[in-house]
């Protein structure tokens, strides 16, 4: 058995590579660039590119990828052999300075969001240098790979990787700013954290055979109920099964040889549903990582005869599939501005923080609601099993009634200060994770960090990222406006804290304690006048607001143009979901269940007939013939009202998303009950696809 030492991150250029393949002031220049966010010193790029190319060859790689995240979902990329023509026309294989940090693949037919046209071909991706490079394997096949950002000729956004990396720099300037004023001359740089949990569904790859509609749209369109589900609730950290157990180990094989440190791994809520989780890292690295990571759970399910769903809802009565946040700030000194501690000073930190986070969601949690909005999430958000689509903030008992003496705290006076930091200096002591988990909370304050838990399992968390970050920068934007402009010369904490006690009186609305999934909550969410989009076409209408647009580009995040065409691309991409759901619905119902339901309507009929012969007659024969022969007429009217919904003429992108998502997802769903009666009542032998009972039992 070999330790997980002994090939962790054997497939990264790592540090540890680095060091061996760099020379002393090259390595000390790139990690610099690195650790501190600095431009890359261009002069070192050959050397370094000389250094990725030696290292790729001893390992077997043949080509190099400038690897990047389109906003289509997923990832990009185009591999190009290291061979080049030398000095006298003979083959040699180089690798240039030039070729690592800029690459020029064909932009045409990425969303683009009218930023450009079909016929500017031209797009540009760049090394990031603060992700590390990798190989990508294919059965003897390596691959060189460098993460990168995707941008058009004119230097606007084509990925989600670009404005996370702009929303880092943001938050830097905005947080280092305050820490200044707050007479913290250690703090230089700001780091955020994650820790991105992954939830998926395995599935047996005999029996998904039988399920286009899976293979075509990543769920099941049609599927009667089971017998049994996730009602017995014995699923959930259940005994893991060896079959399941050995894919487990493979993935978390295939992981470390990434450098991907994976922690966790269980049974989740509904049957044949896991999750796993990695400890936390900087947070870019954990995106990148958590990109790899669906692309290594689709690969090893397939080599162990199984398939990995990250559908947010494949299959309708059991839980869906999430992605949960875990995100905090921190700095160079180590410090984590989420946490307390002993230091007054980093105690008032902490509450600033917290009110940076509470002032940011109450300004901006519709953006935060947008963000996580697509076809798939609109299944999952505000049923029983992810949090509702309203932004709010949860923090605990012991949290809340700490903000609750501040806010009610007359005057800000020296004692009171000492009070307060005292208060929060007991925190550590309660437990290390003194909140209880509210699951039902979108936002919620979990010991030293916050977990985002309305995350679909298919998304590239780099959105959410880019959010969390944008809203941090504008609370601490906003924290140090405030104490700026406080009169007197009294004690900066003394102000600090007058402007916590402002932001707790103003942020009420936003925090909740209780259950969000009661409809009391949403009738309490409206009286409080916070958004509560039902869909993706209302949700992102909430990106378009001017003061959103406005503030991303005040802070360099997104342009207009940048932000309008996300949403546009958002749109196109909600719309052409629902439309190959849609349509294949349509040939799923013409071409496997009609003929089903008439298999059992003949098979009845002529039963029917064989008894009117013996003269004997059946009411429960002529029930369930009358029965099916409905269902079927229905079926055949719902299709031909489909069909009809599909061919009408649609222009307007935003006018065309809102009717798929009511006229199309009500036609959908009418169309679905009458299949999954059919169901019930047609012959197992008759039926063409595996039954949910058995997708969901059988691994």
Do not use: C
């Not at 949700?539 to 940048?562: H, S």
């Amino acid at each position: 058995m070999q330790s997980i030492q002994d090939y962790y991150g054997e497939l990264v250029f790592s540090r540890k590579v680095m060091e061996q393949k760099l020379s002393k002031s090259i390595f000390k220049k790139l990690t610099a660039a690195i650790d501190n966010l600095e431009p890359l010193d261009q002069s070192i790029a050959g050397e370094i590119a000389h250094a990725m190319k030696e290292w790729a060859l001893e390992n077997g790689a043949t080509h190099f990828t400038h690897w990047f995240q389109p906003q289509r979902g997923g990832t990009a990329q185009k591999h190009d052999s290291f061979i080049d023509y030398g000095e006298h026309g003979e083959i040699i294989e180089r690798f240039s300075a030039s070729q690592l940090v800029q690459s020029e693949p064909d932009a045409s037919s990425f969303p683009s969001g009218g930023i450009r046209s079909t016929f500017e071909a031209r797009g540009y991706t760049a090394w990031d240098p603060t992700s590390p490079v990798f190989l990508l394997e294919a059965g003897k096949t390596k691959t060189l790979v460098i993460p990168s950002v995707f941008l058009s000729w004119t230097g606007e956004v084509l990925d989600l990787k670009t404005p996370f990396l702009r929303s880092l720099s943001t938050l830097n300037e905005k947080v280092i700013n305050l820490q200044k004023f707050l007479g913290n001359k250690n703090a230089k740089q700001v780091k955020v954290y994650a820790g991105i949990e992954q939830e998926y569904f395995l599935l047996s790859k005999e029996l998904v055979k039988s399920r286009p509609d899976i293979t075509v749209t990543g769920r099941t369109i049609f599927g009667a109920q089971p017998a049994k589900g996730q009602q017995m609730e014995d699923h959930y950290f259940g005994n893991i099964k060896d079959k399941v157990l050995e894919f487990m180990e493979d993935v978390d094989h295939q992981l470390y040889r990434k450098g991907i440190p994976i922690k966790t791994r269980h049974n989740e809520v509904a049957p044949n549903q896991f999750e796993l989780a990695p400890l936390h890292q900087e947070a870019n690295l954990a995106i990148d990582n958590n990109l790899q990571i669906m692309e290594i759970l689709k690969k090893v399910a397939a080599k162990h005869n199984m398939v990995a769903l990250l559908h947010e809802k494949p299959f309708l009565g059991v839980n869906g599939s999430g992605k949960h946040f875990n995100w905090s700030i921190g700095d160079n000194t180590g410090a984590n501005y989420f946490e307390p501690s002993k230091s007054p000073l980093k105690n008032i930190s902490f509450l600033l923080a917290i009110s940076a986070v509470l002032l940011g969601v109450k300004k901006f949690g519709g953006v935060l609601r947008a963000t996580v909005a697509d076809a798939g999430n609109d299944h999952r958000l505000g049923a029983n099993e992810a949090p509702p689509a309203i932004m709010s903030v949860y923090l605990g008992d012991y949290v809340s009634e700490i903000l609750d003496s501040i806010e009610k705290t007359h005057t800000i006076n020296e004692k009171a200060v000492n009070e307060i930091t005292l208060g929060v200096q007991n925190l550590p002591k309660v437990n290390k994770d003194y909140s209880d988990r509210n699951r039902t909370s979108p936002v919620a304050f979990t010991g030293n960090k916050f977990e985002f838990r309305a995350l679909g399992s298919s998304s590239n968390p780099a959105e959410a990222g880019t959010v969390l970050n944008f809203i941090a920068a504008y609370g601490f934007d906003e924290i140090y406006k405030r104490i700026e402009t406080k009169k007197g010369d009294g004690d900066v904490k003394k102000k600090a804290l007058e402007v916590i006690k402002e932001i707790l009186v103003e942020t009420k609305d936003i925090r909740f304690e209780k259950n969000g999934y009661s409809q009391d909550w949403h009738k309490e969410a409206q009286k409080r006048g916070l958004p509560n989009a039902k869909n993706t076409p209302s949700a992102l209408k909430l990106l378009l607001n001017n003061e959103v647009i406005k503030t991303f580009a005040k802070y360099g995040i997104l342009t207009e143009r940048e932000l309008k065409s996300k949403v546009e691309i958002k749109l196109e991409n909600y719309i052409k979901t629902k439309e190959i759901e849609y349509r294949y619905s349509v040939k799923v119902a013409n071409t496997l269940m009609l003929p089903a339901i008439l298999k059992q309507i003949n098979a009845l009929a002529k039963a029917s007939k064989n008894l009117n012969k013996l003269d004997i007659k059946s009411d429960s024969f002529e029930k369930e013939l009358k029965t099916l022969i409905n269902i079927y007429d229905e079926v055949k009217k719902l299709v031909a009202e489909m069909e009809t919904f599909l061919a009408l003429e649609h222009k307007d992108v935003h006018e065309t998303a809102e009717k798929f998502a009511s006229q199309g997802v009500e036609i959908l769903a009418k169309l679905r009950d009458q299949i999954d009666s059919a169901e019930d009542l047609v012959a197992d032998e008759f039926w063409p696809m595996a039954s949910y009972q058995k997708l969901l039992t059988a691994l």
